[in-house]
């Protein structure tokens, strides 16, 4: 078996050609999280004071920590979008259920003559269009109080400091300022040399 010399003909061009991933210092990690939490702070001093009080220092570090992987920045975006096309469909769904109102009222109208029965024939629409809307809005609660349940867990599960399930009106309000500060935070960009 004959020997076959190796070139470095292809494999010069190859190795320009890749690009090195480098990984980020310790240095430049710890100026990044220095970055994020004063930025966090920033936002926490705008809350209202008492809700200033249920969001501590400790906690801000860890939402910090956890942000520095732009993953975290990935997975709010998408629930946020998920979030909105639900609520758009729920409106259709809503608005869907106002026009067969107002559809079914117009046939009425353009059938019955009689301004007494017409008048009745409305009260008893009526009486079941709110029932149905309210069985609809009802529904629709259910509906965005499970997107709610399933981002808290999402987010628990991705290791989000600050989440996890809960149905405390409280507690999910709090839940929403530290979305709000990730979504403000995945919005900026980090120089170090500033």
Known sequence: MADIPATSEGSANTSEAVVEYQQPTPEFLQRKIYFLVDQLRTYHSELPENLQTR????LLTELANCVLNDGIFVIVKA????????ERHLIKIRMQAENEYEIEVAEWRSKIKDPEELRHILGLMKIKHTKKLHESDTKIIEILDQKVNDQQSTLQKAGVPGFYVTENPKEI???????????RLSRLKYEPGK
């Open 55 to 58: 969001i501590s220092y400790d």
């Open 79 to 86: 629930l946020m979008e998920l979030q909105h096309e639900t």
């Open 173 to 183: 309000k709090i839940q929403m300022f530290l979305l709000d500060f990730i979504l």
